[in-house]
T-cell receptor, first 114, second 110 residues
Framework: EAGVAQSPRYKIIEKRQSVAFWCNPI?????LYWYQQILGQGPKLLIQ????????DSQLPKDRFSAERLKGVDSTLKIQPAKLEDSAVYLC????????????FGPGTRLTVL | QKEVEQDPGPLSVPEGAIVSLNCTYS??????FMWYRQYSRKGPELLMY????GNKEDGRFTAQVDKSSKYISLFIRDSQPSDSATYLC??????????FGTGTRLKVLA
């Protein structure tokens, strides 16, 4: 079974630029999550999708971050404009359903904002 | 006070040692308890998943949950250099929302 795929793996941008990350979840997983993991910290949930609908985006900085999951499969997370404090690893995870089911993580995208 | 507390380490042990990793939490609603292993520059990989209190064993790994003390542990027996990684505990109250600890860096010395 293929795992969660993410691209790019690494990205370096200057502050105020924009950036987008892509995620392809495990086939058949209806629930998709985006996490932010700052160095030395655990992952923090940014947004959760159930199919193509948003379930929770309470911790997403909506003034600069946006995410979509068209057709309920792939998802993109965008930051515009980026700030220095956005430097982190952005992890995508998926699960079969949203109720306490195991979440499987992708390798992450490491973002450096200069 | 953070909802989940985890000693960041680093923890260095010799090969073959028994490793004990721990997390404490404050939210009594947590029912699901997970341990993830994260190698450098990789995503977290699920190691153990337990519901409510008790022990669960899988090979060299044992997870313990003590809900009365709000304390969970992961034991690694016969530790190997390949076990060197960051170990993250995660918890949820039965919903999608996982709360992660900061992770403990483990180094097993050959």
């Amino acid at each position: 079974e293929a795992g969660v795929a993410q691209s790019p793996r690494y990205k370096i941008i200057e502050k105020r630029q924009s950036v987008a990350f892509w995620c392809n979840p495990i086939s058949g997983h209806a629930t998709l999550y985006w996490y932010q993991q700052i160095l030395g910290q655990g992952p923090k949930l940014l947004i959760q999708f159930q199919n193509n609908g948003v379930v929770d985006d309470s911790q997403l900085p909506k003034d600069r971050f946006s995410a979509e999951r068209l057709k309920g499969v792939d998802s993109t997370l965008k930051i515009q404009p980026a700030k220095l404090e956005d430097s982190a690893v952005y992890l995508c995870a998926s699960s079969l359903d949203p109720t306490g089911d195991t979440q499987y993580f992708g390798p992450g995208t490491r973002l450096t904002v200069l | 006070q953070k909802e989940v507390e985890q000693d960041p380490g680093p923890l260095s042990v010799p090969e073959g040692a028994i490793v004990s990793l721990n997390c404490t939490y404050s939210n009594s609603a947590f029912q699901y308890f997970m341990w993830y292993r994260q190698y450098s520059r990789k995503g977290p990989e699920l190691l153990m998943y337990t519901y409510s209190s008790g022990n669960k064993e899988d090979g060299r790994f044992t997870a313990q949950v003590d809900k009365s003390s709000k304390y969970i542990s992961l034991f690694i027996r016969d530790s190997q250099p390949s076990d060197s990684a960051t170990y993250l505990c995660a918890m949820s109250a039965g919903t999608y929302k996982y709360i992660f600890g900061t992770g403990t860096r483990l180094k097993v010395l050959a």
